[in-house]
């Protein structure tokens, strides 16, 4: 009988795994964005843009990833800030949550985008 | 010391290249470096009896009268007062829109009463006692600032030592080495970390173990600096602590000779990572000598405030900026009318931060608008904490400089460099950056000073015994603002940056978003001095 009940745990495991809309990426996002952005990703008219019904988030993803990774407009360069795994996970929240569309996102795929250095968000000296 | 040169009027350069009319100072001396390269550069500056560096010096010298043409300066901060005041001095009629209720920028200090608005938070209310005082924008004036030291000294406005040094202040980290979990004099490390490292460098000259190729006479000079670099003993070699990182029990009068501290070791050092704080030279911008404004930072607005009368139009949000052949108009929105207003002028000089000047209606082209945006801004955020004594100085003997705590979420804690021996004071418990300040803004007030506290009393045991009230601020959320300062990757500074500072028809920016000083009052200082040089060339040519 244990083993029974023990089976589909195991099975359903790599299935969370998978889901986009991590947890983690929700407090990864709380964390570092929503000073900004809002909690609910609506952003402050005139100064920070809304991540809710974004044609911006839901579209290309390299170029989300650009925005995020090297900053832009006055958006701040997180490559550097956080790790791609972090990036990753909150790119996939913000697509997921706020615009309902499937995202697979990886480590790699925003490494692979990060080739040139990003804008040093300490002081020049 | 130097007066101005002679006036130089505009010039021009006919199609083989040389040099017609009257010479600006910046016409001549491109010609000369085009001509004879840097050598020439360097004797014409000199016949100007100027250095190199003479741009960051004084302003540039303007020939010619701006006639009363009526330039528009977008913000009150140090770009724009610097415009308003030397344009208005040759003969610009100036006219200057702040949002705000105040010059400055982000050239602030608050005091009892200041309000600070911030985006998606409660306003800040600064509730310190009378007299006390932060500098929560610009703090530091280095030495080799001339641009802002210029305007200090022409203004009269008396300055104090900023201590941006202090060896008897603490290193503190977290972790399970040997020195780790303890405040740390940052003066023990230092001489800990030069005398250990000497010893082991002056051990190998001694036995010719080093595969370096020096005479026996320059081996001598080498150890002889050795010696004295990591105060070794001159026989032995060895390290065995110095005065310098502090006694165990101080020297003292009548047959006290104090006792001399044991040195920590150096695998000690290097197992609590405590060694990073030790560097040959500081960095170009954190070098002694430092000055602050006595009083307050906003000494420096207001000194330009008083000259510029009522040139500056305060509660103005700019809504649109146009141009058209032959002038700019601007759109704003008066905050004591409550209503929309208009404002012509010949030229239009813009000091607003790209962050927020992207988000005002402009017809800037598509080229200039996308480069504009290639620009990031650095979150930042400062809390200062009035405390009710200053026990950094009575208990802790810490007088001005910071403290390194190795905690990126808060950051370092700085004494005040004012006030000595006052009944309390104003520290800064919080200067963070980037994801951290992020983070940091999103918590909720109680809990971003709980977390500056939590770091303050690991080292100091009044840190939350003695703590009263705070200010808080996060410049990424200050409207006028959106960011601590610009930041630039190397391939915006390469590919957008020049275009900003070229001319816009009729509208030049500046600030120290187009300066390689970003951050710094000097920044803006110097990008207004270098972006009303090319403005009056070509009011002159016009």
Redesign the interface.
């Known amino acids: 009988m244990k083993q029974l009940i023990t089976f589909p745990l195991i099975t359903a495991l790599p299935l969370m795994a998978a889901l986009p809309a991590s947890a983690d990426g929700e407090s990864l996002y709380q964390q570092n964005c929503s000073a900004c952005h809002m909690v609910d990703g609506s952003g402050i008219q005139g100064a920070f843009p809304a991540l809710t019904d974004s044609d911006f988030v839901a579209g290309d993803l390299e170029d989300l990833i650009r925005v995020v990774a090297y900053g832009r407009a006055g958006m701040p360069s997180f490559g550097e800030e956080l790790a791609s795994t972090e990036l990753a996970e909150i790119l996939g929240y913000i697509r997921e949550t706020f615009n309902d569309t499937d995202t697979d996102l990886s480590a790699s795929d925003i490494e692979r985008l990060k080739v040139t250095a990003t804008a040093k968000m300490g002081r020049e000296e | 010391m130097h007066e101005q040169q002679t006036p130089l009027s505009s010039g021009g350069r006919d199609r083989t290249g040389a040099i017609t009319g009257q010479l600006t100072r910046r016409h001549f001396l491109q010609a000369l470096g085009a001509v004879g390269g840097a050598g020439m550069l360097m004797s014409g500056l000199a016949a100007f009896n100027i250095g190199i560096a003479s741009a960051q010096d004084r302003p540039p010298p303007l020939s010619g009268d701006g006639n009363g043409k009526t330039v528009i300066i977008l913000g009150a901060g140090l770009a724009g007062l610097v415009a308003a005041y030397e344009l208005g001095r040759q003969g610009y009629n100036c006219k200057v829109l702040e949002a705000r209720r105040y010059s400055g920028g982000r050239c602030q200090t608050a005091r009892r009463g200041f309000v600070l608005p911030q985006?998606?938070q409660d306003d800040e209310v600064c509730d310190f006692d009378d007299g006390e005082y932060f500098n929560h924008g610009p703090w530091r004036i280095p030495y080799h600032h001339r641009s802002t030291l210029h305007y200090t000294q022409e203004f009269g406005i008396p300055l104090e030592i900023f201590v941006n040094h202090n060896e008897a202040a603490f290193a503190y980290r977290d972790g399970e080495g040997a020195l780790n979990g303890q405040a740390v004099r940052q003066k023990e490390i230092i001489a800990d970390m030069r005398g250990h490292t000497a010893e082991i460098l002056a051990k190998h000259v001694d036995q010719n173990a080093l595969d370096v190729p020096l005479t026996a006479e320059e081996r001598e000079k080498f150890l002889e600096f050795l010696v004295g670099e990591g105060h070794l003993d001159r026989e032995s070699l060895d390290y065995l602590g110095t005065g310098g990182r502090g006694y165990a029990s101080d020297p003292g009068a009548g047959l006290n000779p104090g006792e001399a501290s044991s040195p920590h070791a150096l695998s000690a050092l290097l197992n609590s990572d405590l060694f990073g704080i030790v560097s040959s030279v500081s960095?170009?911008?954190?070098q002694k000598t430092m000055f602050q404004p006595i009083g307050g930072m906003d000494r420096i607005p207001q000194a330009f405030e008083e000259q510029l009368g009522d040139t500056i139009t305060f509660g103005a949000r700019v809504t649109r900026l146009q141009q058209s052949e032959d002038g700019v108009v601007v759109d704003y929105q008066d905050g004591d009318a409550g209503e929309s207003r208009q404002l012509a002028g010949d030229y239009c000089l813009c000091t607003i931060?790209?962050?927020?000047l992207?988000?005002i209606e402009n017809d800037f082209t598509e080229e200039f608008r996308s480069a504009?945006?290639?620009?990031?801004?650095?979150?930042t955020c400062k809390l200062a904490l009035q405390m009710k004594s200053r026990f950094w100085e009575v208990e802790d003997h810490v007088f001005g400089g910071h403290s390194f705590t190795h905690n990126s979420e808060v950051g370092n804690i700085s004494y005040p460099s004012t006030g000595w021996q006052g009944k309390k004071g104003i520290l800064q418990g919080v200067y963070n950056?980037?994801?951290?300040a992020?983070?940091f803004?999103?918590l909720p007030r109680e809990q971003r000073i709980d977390k500056a506290l939590g770091v303050g009393e690991k080292i100091h045991a009044g840190y939350r015994r003695d703590f009263e009230t705070a200010f808080s601020t996060?410049w990424?959320?200050v409207?006028e603002n959106?960011?601590g300062?610009a930041?630039?990757?190397?391939?915006?500074r390469q590919n957008s940056y020049p275009l900003l500072n070229e001319p816009q028809g009729r509208v030049l920016l500046a600030g120290e978003h187009l300066s390689?000083?970003?951050?710094w009052m000097a920044g803006a200082i110097e990008s207004s001095w270098l972006q009303i040089e090319k403005l009056h060339e070509m009011a002159m040519s016009s």
């Open positions: 985006l998606g960095g170009y911008t954190q931060p790209l962050s927020v992207r988000n504009m945006d290639a620009v990031s801004y650095t979150p950056f980037g994801a951290n992020a983070q803004s999103a996060a990424h959320l409207p959106l960011g300062w930041s630039w990757s190397d391939e915006a390689y000083m970003t951050g």
